[in-house]
Each structure stands twice: as C-alpha cells, then as structure tokens.
C-alpha cells in the first residue's frame, strides 16, 4: 500500500464551482499535512497546511483533516481557470521526511 | 518572505561534465533539502541538511555529491551525469524542530538535462 494516495485525475469543474481534492495516507503516526499546487514546468507551492482535525479555511481554500479515517481533503470555492494545476498532498511519515502523494490535476473550465 | 532561490534555471552538461547547481534561503531556517522531481511524479527526497549536517541521504547515487557550505546555502555538486538524471532539481528549506512537523518551502528549481 502506497503511503499516500491521490486520484491522478484530471478533474474537471466548470468556472464557479467546488472543486474537492482527496488523499488518504496510511501512516497513523502523522501529525502534520500540507497542499502544495504545482503549474506545470514550475515548483510546488505551499498553500495550505493542517494539524488537527477538523476544517482550516484560507481565503477560497478550505481543507479538512479527518485522522481516525487517515483522510485529508482541499476545497477551492468559487474555481477560476487560475487554479488549473496539480495539487499534491504530503505528510512527515515515521521517517521524518515529507511524502508525497501522486498529485491530482485540475482543470477548471471558463 | 518565504523565498528560497536557486540557480541555474536551466542546465545542459554532458556526461563527463561537472556541474553545480546553488541553493540560497534568507529565512533562517536551519534546515535544508534536495529533491529530484520528473516530469507527471511527486518530488523525491535525495538530501537533508540540518544545522549544515547531513541528515539523510536516500541511496543517491555518488555522481551527487551535496554540500552545505552554512546555514544559508546549498549546493549539489554534480559529475559523470547518466541521461536518466536529467529533471527538475528542487531545493527545499523548513524550520527544525521537534517532531519536525514544520512547513517546507521550495525554490523554483534547475531545470537539468544530461545530452
């Protein structure tokens, strides 16, 4: 089992809408989470990052840390073409290093 | 200012080359990472530098010879390059502490191609 799983996508939103990002990862250790958005040909970007559980809200991103279930999840509201991008979920497992997830693509369509 | 910087952008060697590619970051973090990262995959971990000593060094092979010359530089030395090598070279830097758990943030990157 992979320590962390992402749907490759594309996902696909129209403009305006909530787009929903998933991960779940397999090491309960974990205490800390972030979404980095990468465009393509450049670097990833942190954007959000979550320690307990519950929702954290930054600006149109939301994300949302479910640790019983080993489940966090990246809410963009109000979509624009702008956040077309990969986002890739990563955590600090055992080892101390910073794992990440495949990424999932995004496309918000105008 | 969460700037970490890095040159070159680009890099073409050859594979009898030596090359270095440099990492700066005025944050004041004290710790320090290389990624490989190609193209549709996730970055991966090559090296770690904490307070300016090697940490963790992920099975890279030799012809990647990082060093850190103090807290706020990086370098990855490079020589006898294999074409497979060629990708976007990452430099990352965090805060330490305990349980480690702190944000990383990455510079733009050396896009490197081995011919």
């Known amino acids: 089992q992979k320590e962390v799983e992402q749907n490759s996508g594309p996902l696909s939103v129209p403009e305006g809408a909530i787009a929903s990002l998933n991960c779940t990862y397999s090491d309960r250790v974990s205490q800390s989470f972030f979404w980095y958005r990468q465009y393509s040909g450049k670097s990833p970007e942190l954007i959000m990052s979550?320690?307990?559980?519950g929702d954290k809200e930054d600006g149109r991103f939301t994300a949302q840390l479910n640790k019983a279930s080993q489940y966090v999840s990246l809410l963009i509201r109000d979509s624009q073409p702008s956040d077309s991008a990969t986002y890739l979920c990563a955590f600090y497992n055992a080892g101390n290093m910073l794992t990440f997830g495949g990424g999932t693509r995004l496309m918000v369509k105008p | 200012d969460t700037e970490v910087t890095q040159t070159p952008k680009h890099l073409v060697m050859g594979m009898t080359n030596k090359k270095s590619l440099k990492c700066e970051q005025h944050?004041?973090?004290?710790?320090m990472y290389w990624y490989k990262q190609k193209a549709k995959k996730p970055p991966e971990l090559m090296f770690v530098?904490?307070?300016?000593?090697?940490?963790i060094n992920e099975s890279v092979p030799s012809r990647f010879s990082p060093e850190c010359p103090n807290s706020s530089l990086l370098n990855l030395h490079l020589h006898a390059l294999q074409p497979e090598d060629s990708a976007l070279y990452l430099c990352?830097?965090?805060?330490?502490?305990?349980?480690?758990?702190?944000?990383?943030?990455f510079g733009p990157g050396t896009r490197l191609t081995v011919t």
């Open positions: 530098y904490s307070y300016e000593k090697l940490s």
């Open positions: 990352a830097s965090s805060q330490v502490g305990r349980g480690s758990s702190y944000e990383q943030y």
């Open positions: 944050m004041g973090h004290r710790a």
């Open positions: 979550i320690y307990s559980n």
